[in-house]
């Protein structure tokens, strides 16, 4: 079992920046990859940024050159940095914890992003 509790949603202006957390905790250890997740009304969910157990990043095309992920492994926290923030980017934003053999996802609760004037 793997809990994951997310925070740093809000409402932002666009062209502004936002950081989200997501702690983790219980049987951690085997976790593959870590990530973010985006989901709007209407649409499933799609990937934001993923960081693997030894540091390789992947992005959306969408998000690219924008935000960062990035994980402290001593406090079993993953982030991700939102610059440059447009009004596309609205979502409730999901942190995910995957393992890869037997494949499994495990999801947090969401927090919602919200970028406007």
């Known amino acids: 079992q793997v809990q994951l509790v997310e925070s740093g949603g809000g409402l932002v202006q666009p062209g502004g920046s936002l950081t989200l957390s997501c702690a983790a905790s219980?049987?951690?250890?085997?976790?593959?990859?870590m990530g973010w997740y985006r989901q709007t009304p209407g649409k499933e969910r799609g990937l934001v940024a993923a960081?693997?157990?030894?540091?390789?990043?992947n992005y959306a095309d969408s998000v690219k050159g924008r935000f960062t992920i990035s994980r402290d492994n001593a406090k079993n926290t993953v982030y991700l940095q939102m610059n440059s923030l447009k009004p596309e980017d609205t979502a409730v934003y999901y942190c995910?914890?995957?393992?890869?053999?037997?494949?499994?996802?495990?999801w947090g609760q969401g927090t919602q992003v919200t970028v406007s004037s």
């Open positions: 995910n914890a995957k393992f890869w053999r037997p494949p499994y996802n495990y």
């Open positions: 960081i693997t157990n030894s540091g390789t990043t």
């Open positions: 219980g049987s951690i250890f085997s976790v593959n990859a």
